[in-house]
């Protein structure tokens, strides 16, 4: 969607990470450079510590925003739909 702009997530409903997002109410979507294959795959892993190692600096709202990535957007919780 363009106005509002908006971007669509769908976490699984075993997801551990989702609950807390909806918690916060925020979030960072990072899009990762070509070079970050590694990055994602280590994202994409359940039960371990993410960020760990990860070199990051938080945006405006203290979302994390990973170092090198081609560009990020800080979001905002809107909607929910089952």
């Known amino acids: 969607s363009l106005d509002p702009p908006l971007v669509v997530i769908a976490p699984a409903r075993t997801s551990r990470t989702w609950p807390r997002l ?3 109410g ?3 979507v990072n899009v990762l450079a070509e070079d970050q294959t590694d990055l994602s795959v280590a994202f994409a892993r359940s039960g371990a510590d993410k960020f760990a190692g ?3 600096r938080s945006s405006r709202t203290g979302q994390p925003v990973l170092e ?3 560009a ?3 979001c905002e ?3 929910e739909y089952d």
Do not use: H, S, T
Request: overall charge neutral.
């Open 77 to 79: 919780l809107w909607a």
């Open 22 to 24: 909806r918690e916060l």
């Open 68 to 70: 090198g990535v081609v």
């Open 26 to 28: 925020r979030f960072c």
């Open 72 to 74: 990020w957007i800080d």
């Open 54 to 56: 990860v070199p990051w």
